[in-house]
T-cell receptor, first 114, second 113 residues
Framework: NAGVTQTPKFQVLKTGQSMTLQCAQD?????MSWYRQDPGMGLRLIHY???????DQGEVPNGYNVSRSTTEDFPLRLLSAAPSQTSVYFC?????????????FGPGTRLTVT | KNQVEQSPQSLIILEGKNCTLQ??????????LRWYKQDTGRGPVSLTI?????NTKSNGRYTATLDADTKQSSLHITASQLSDSASYIC????????????FGTGTRLTIIP
């Protein structure tokens, strides 16, 4: 199993540009989520999904969209990039939504917005 | 507001020495507490999970403790190795789903030969 994969690994955007961060998992996990990690702060939840076709907002959803058309994929879209979105983005998945299930994290995407 | 505080922010120790990392939390209602290891440039990986009724749990050279009364946890690393250099993140879950996690800011541990 490849686990959780993310692409790209690095990305530089100009203010106002849009892009999609890709996330895929091959573990047949129902729960998937997106986090951002900023210096001096803990990981913060952006959006999450409890199954195909079902998504919900996390703590910091503004400026981001998600969709879940398949169990495997959970892309994160930046609609109009802003410097405040410079961060490292992690996708994670777990077997179910229960907090007892370990979340498996991808390797991250480092995004810089200039 | 749920919070998780970790100390120290960073720590440097010699290879072979032991160390203890601290985690204090104010998360309610408490479900469980995990310690994650995050290598530079990688995603976090779970080391151990602790529930309300567990005081101590070991995973190789890693031993986690939990005091649910004082809302404190510690991660003790024995006989440190260079590969232990990483950030260690304490994550506390409130009752509910994985969307109710509160992450600490982590302790950056550096092992020097």
């Amino acid at each position: 199993n490849a686990g959780v994969t993310q692409t790209p690994k690095f990305q530089v955007l100009k203010t106002g540009q849009s892009m999609t961060l890709q996330c895929a998992q091959d573990m047949n996990h129902e729960y998937m989520s997106w986090y951002r990690q900023d210096p001096g702060m803990g990981l913060r939840l952006i959006h999450y999904s409890v199954g195909a076709g079902i998504t919900d907002q996390g703590e910091v959803p503004n400026g981001y969209n998600v969709s879940r058309s398949t169990t495997e994929d959970f892309p994160l879209r930046l609609l109009s990039a802003a410097p405040s979105q410079t961060s490292v983005y992690f996708c994670a998945s777990s077997y179910s939504t229960t907090a007892w299930d370990e979340q498996y994290f991808g390797p991250g995407t480092r995004l810089t917005v200039t | 507001k749920n919070q998780v505080e970790q100390s120290p922010q960073s720590l440097i120790i010699l290879e072979g020495k032991n160390c203890t990392l601290q985690c204090n939390y104010t998360v309610s209602p408490f479900s469980n507490l995990r310690w994650y290891k995050q290598d530079t440039g990688r995603g976090p990986v779970s080391l151990t999970i602790m529930t309300f009724s567990e005081n101590t749990k070991s995973n190789g050279r890693y031993t986690a403790t939990l005091d649910a009364d004082t809302k404190q946890s510690s991660l003790h690393i024995t006989a440190s190795q260079l590969s232990d250099s990483a950030s260690y993140i304490c994550v506390v879950s409130a009752l509910g789903g994985n969307e109710k996690l509160t992450f600490g800011t982590g302790t950056r541990l550096t092992i020097i030969p």
